[in-house]
């Protein structure tokens, strides 16, 4: 503590040797003034940080007014290179905080991504239905699964276009995948990429509920969305 209060105010009160011989003064008049300035940062950080040695830094400055203009100019040198070793260490210190406070912030950034995967894994996205040899949605509402989606780039949508099995294997392939593309279409007029979304038609072939009545044919004939 003594060490760091005496070239704290060695530096204070350099101005003064300044003026009295400028030939002994091994700085020009601007690195004066920095150190100067370094000198009042420091003080005050050392008033904050150690206030019950006030007494001890006022003692000091008085000491150091009187008998200033006596110090050598390999005494100044000395003293100058401390001041240096400081600056630099203060500025380490200044990147470590910015690089940890970066740390942070990226740690932020994956927590936030690791939560909505999370979300889009958990979420139940209800498929979208349609009538008989339509490509036309019944009914589509999928406004918050876009706002999310616009909120995280890094994910894309997989639509997958099904139907019953009420016709031909080709026309029901077809069908499917028109039925995909419509829901697409429906979400890049919403504002979505369209590189964002994938279209796939599986035709009749993977059915969620049984062909023989028109309840279950109505399930049968949608789209599904999902998120990866």
Request: glycine letters at 4%; proline letters at 2%.
């Amino acid at each position: 503590m003594n060490k760091l209060s005496i070239f704290v105010f060695f530096t204070f009160s350099f101005s003064l040797l300044f003026a009295q011989d400028p030939n002994k003064n091994v700085f020009s008049q601007d690195e004066v003034i920095k150190l100067s300035n370094y000198a009042i940062e420091l003080e005050k950080s050392i008033l904050e940080n150690n206030p019950s040695d006030t007494a001890l830094i006022a003692k000091l400055k008085g000491d150091y007014l009187l008998d200033l203009y006596g110090y050598s100019d390999e005494a100044v040198i000395k003293i100058s290179n401390y001041l240096k070793e400081l600056e630099k260490a203060k500025l380490s210190a200044e990147l470590l905080a910015k690089e940890k406070e970066l740390a942070k912030a990226e740690e932020i950034i994956k927590q936030q991504e690791a939560e909505m995967e999370k979300k889009f894994t958990e979420l139940l996205i209800n498929p979208i239905l349609f009538d008989v040899n339509s490509a036309k949605p019944k009914e589509i509402d999928l406004f918050s699964l876009i706002y999310d989606l616009q909120l995280n780039k890094k994910f894309t949508v997989l639509l997958v276009g099904h139907t019953d099995a009420s016709g031909s294997d080709n026309f029901n392939l077809n069908l499917s995948i028109q039925r995909a593309t419509a829901v697409k279409r429906y979400l890049v007029n919403k504002g979505l990429q369209a590189s964002r979304i994938t279209i796939k038609g599986e035709g009749e072939w993977k059915p969620v509920s049984e062909n023989e009545t028109e309840e279950g044919r109505a399930k049968n004939r949608r789209v599904e969305i999902s998120v990866k």
